[in-house]
């Protein structure tokens, strides 16, 4: 059987622990600014947190400053110059771009023939 639990030191040691997380030191610079046992806080941090099964230790939060992005200067794109060009004797220019359908551009001459 363990020794019986002292309410006094649990919330000495549970207040060391919270000023020790506030102060963003390691637990040897704090422990040494404060005059206390590195063993002895090591042990009671450690009994401590095994009394809060599924707590995870406290979050620090970390000032940020967000920029934003620098604006990046790109030149004007041009369209694309057709992949190929048909002009008909009737003086009809038809600019046909890569990935056409065939079929088509016969259907359009087709009909353009016949007007």
Do not use: N
């Amino acid at each position: 059987m363990g020794r019986p639990r002292d309410p006094e030191k649990h919330r000495y040691w549970g207040a060391q622990l919270r000023a020790w997380r506030r102060s963003g030191l390691t637990q040897a610079e704090f422990c040494r600014k404060q005059g206390i046992g590195r063993r002895r806080f090591g042990s009671w941090k450690r009994r401590l947190e095994v009394g809060r099964p599924g707590q995870e230790p406290q979050a620090r939060f970390v000032a940020v400053t967000i920029r934003p992005e620098p604006e990046v200067k790109t030149a004007p794109t041009l369209p694309a110059p057709p992949a190929l060009t048909v002009v008909t004797g009737c003086g009809y220019r038809i600019e046909v771009g890569d990935g056409f359908a065939p079929a088509t551009l016969a259907r359009l001459l087709t009909t353009l023939a016949r007007l």
